[in-house]
């Protein structure tokens, strides 16, 4: 890609704002350009169009296009909002970003965006990025180009997503299991409430099973107490169904080994791409095994 800058005709030699500029590197920026790591696309600031001039590798990689098909193209016309999502705002929130860095010549860094690409057959696919719009200037301060970075968070948002689900069937264990301790103490109450005493048998050897009754006292506290025993008797019903259908224990347990290997794995700044796509896919596989059960 060709410096936009003026070039002096001898290195070292004075600007007219009398400035020495250092001698300039012999290096090939539009090999650099075309081979960063990073998704770059380079913009006309000739709003609304916002003209496409070139994009790296990295981006046709990631926005599945062809350069021949998005070069000299206006940007929202090859990548207009996703028409099946009501809801979408990615062409709105950019274009507001890029007029932005037009009027007050600064970067604009925006938050988490929601915007689908389509794919090479042509359906859309669900999205996330995080962009940077940045200017360039020549060295007159005259505005030449929009620099549009951005990275692909979509599987981080997925992967994120299918933790929470996850947690929120942990949280139902949970609950489940708060339910069995308060039949345990529903369970207390009854022996309470009932004031069972040891019943007297005629003849009964030392070496018998014991036979308790209910007492006098016992039998006129329930009757008080009719309608609590009943709701009590209910909540006992549903709980034993509740427990026929699961065993919350096993699962609650799963999902804190989980949790706890996923942040202590991730949840570090030299996390490779790779191993982010790999335990993305492996939560997929798991979650559709689970829902086949």
């Known amino acids: 890609m060709s410096n936009p800058t003026d070039v002096d005709s001898e290195p070292g030699s004075e600007r007219q704002d009398g400035d020495r500029r250092p001698p300039e590197p012999d290096l090939d920026f539009w090999a650099v350009f075309e081979s960063a790591p990073d998704i770059y696309l380079l913009l006309a600031p000739d709003p609304p169009r916002f003209t496409m001039l070139a994009a790296n590798d990295a981006r046709l990689r990631a926005t599945e296009t062809r350069y021949e098909d998005v070069i000299g193209r206006p940007l929202f016309e090859i990548f207009p909002d996703n028409p ?26 925006m ?4 915007y689908d690409i389509r794919n090479a057959h042509g359906v859309f696919e669900e999205r996330y990025w995080e962009p940077l719009n940045a200017p360039v200037f020549d060295d007159d301060g005259r505005l030449l180009y929009l ?5 692909d968070v979509t599987e981080r948002v997925r992967a994120s997503r ?18 069995e301790t308060e039949a345990r103490e529903s369970v207390e109450a009854v022996l309470a409430m009932g004031q069972i005493a040891e019943a007297q048998s005629e ?18 506290h329930l009757g008080a107490r009719k309608a609590d025993l009943e709701s009590l008797f209910e909540r006992l019903a549903a709980f034993a169904s509740a427990r026929e ?15 706890a290997v996923i942040i202590n794995r991730f949840d570090r700044d030299d996390v490779a791409p790779d191993s982010v796509h790999q335990a993305a896919a492996i939560l997929d596989e798991a979650a559709q095994r689970i829902e086949k059960l």
């Open 84 to 109: 099946a999502d009501p809801e979408a705002t990615g062409v709105r929130n950019l274009r507001s970003s890029l007029e932005e860095v037009l009027r007050t010549g600064l970067p604009r860094r």
């Open 111 to 114: 938050g988490l965006q929601k």
């Open 147 to 151: 620099i549009h970075r951005v990275e």
């Open 162 to 179: 299918r933790l929470k689900r996850l947690e929120s069937v942990a949280e139902a264990t949970a609950r489940q299991l708060t339910h």
């Open 203 to 220: 003849g009964q050897s030392s070496g018998a099973r014991k036979a308790f009754s209910i007492t006098a006292e016992g039998t006129a």
């Open 245 to 259: 259908r699961t065993d919350g224990s096993p699962l609650r347990r799963a999902m804190q080994n989980l949790r």
